[in-house]
């Protein structure tokens, strides 16, 4: 599957086709793939855009595929580089977000119960009181490496046309429990993807309620349920920007081409660079403490490196898109 470089299936379907039978006739792709003919074209010219095809002659000429090997690591190259971007941008994102939540906290202090913040203490309170909200939800609910499972609440919601996106972390695979209960969303029709890192937890609900940590630090103790416009509107375009960064679940994830990083291991080396310990690096990725200082082990083994500070040097240098 090549839809982790961006690739749609049907594109997919297309290059490869021509990849195994060159010199098939444009005019014979749309009985060989079941496909009409505009879309077929459409196909077509992006796959030219990406360079994956290119024409013999003027077009109209033979269509002929690139060889898979140069092209396919140019996209790579494109997608790791845009991982990066995107992981610096989620870093200061998360550092914004935590202000904001904190600026929430303490204005919800000044106005009292009344206010546009709500809290609510303890994993047990919060999962029903996230339950009931989403139940009431009437367009969207969207979400952040969710602890809150929504259980039947999702089936419920997607029989009423309500659209329900998760993004989870990479490290969900590696989980038999969290798999299997990403597997059932996406069997009900739950839109799934995964990412590398999160910058926090979050769910937003219609897009008027955001249920975010009390305290980022300790996410487990209690969340703010916060209907302030701005704060939402402002969390629900970072929720944007997680999800198109992320992949589709299930949807290979880009491994390291010669000696550049994979995104898990780019997220680990900026966590660490951010002065994240061990532990906190660890939470963050959704792995345990023992499988982050093998990641680091095997990084330095790698690239050759003898200390901790070697591998940040070496990894700003290997780092595809560039000095921040």
Not at 150 to 169: A, H, N, S
Not at 174 to 186: I, Q, S, W
Not at 275 to 283: I, S, Y
Not at 316 to 322: I, S, T
Request: without cysteine.
């Amino acid at each position: 599957m090549l839809t982790a470089l961006g690739l749609e299936p049907e594109q997919e379907r297309l290059y490869r086709l021509l990849v195994t039978r060159p010199g098939t006739p444009v005019d014979g792709l749309p009985a060989a793939l079941g496909l009409p003919r505009p879309q077929i074209d459409a196909i077509v010219e992006r796959l030219v855009e990406l360079s994956l095809l290119s024409w013999s002659g003027a077009s109209g000429g033979e269509l002929r595929p690139v060889s898979p090997g140069p092209a396919l690591h140019a996209l790579l190259a494109e997608r790791q580089a845009q991982a990066a971007r995107d992981q610096r941008d989620l870093a200061q994102a998360r550092d914004a977000i935590e202000e904001l939540v904190a600026d929430v906290s303490a204005a919800a202090t000044e106005r009292g119960p009344a206010g546009p913040a709500e809290y609510v203490l303890g994993a047990d309170s919060v999962r029903v009181r996230v339950e009931q909200l989403a139940a009431q939800a009437r367009r969207e609910v969207l979400t952040l490496a969710p602890r809150v499972r929504l259980g039947p609440t999702v089936d419920g919601l997607l029989r009423r046309g309500v659209t329900v996106r998760t993004v989870y972390l990479d490290s969900v695979v590696n989980d038999p429990t969290k798999r299997a209960h990403a597997e059932h969303l996406v069997s009900l029709g739950a839109q799934v993807r995964t990412a590398p890192v999160l910058p926090l937890q979050l769910q937003l609900l219609d897009g008027e309620i955001a249920v975010v940590p009390a305290d980022p630090a300790e996410p487990g103790r209690g969340a703010a349920l916060v209907r302030e416009p701005g704060a939402v509107a402002g969390l629900r375009e970072l929720f944007q920007t997680v999800w198109r960064a992320a992949l589709p679940f299930g949807a290979d994830v880009p491994v390291r081409d010669d000696d550049l990083v994979t995104p898990e291991e780019r997220a680990l080396l900026d966590l660490l660079a951010q002065g994240l310990t061990d532990e906190a690096a660890a939470r963050r990725l959704g792995v345990s403490l023992r499988t982050e200082r093998r990641l680091i082990t095997e990084l330095m083994r790698r690239l050759d490196v003898s200390s901790r500070f070697q591998l940040g040097l070496r990894a700003a240098r290997l780092d595809p898109a560039g000095s921040p």
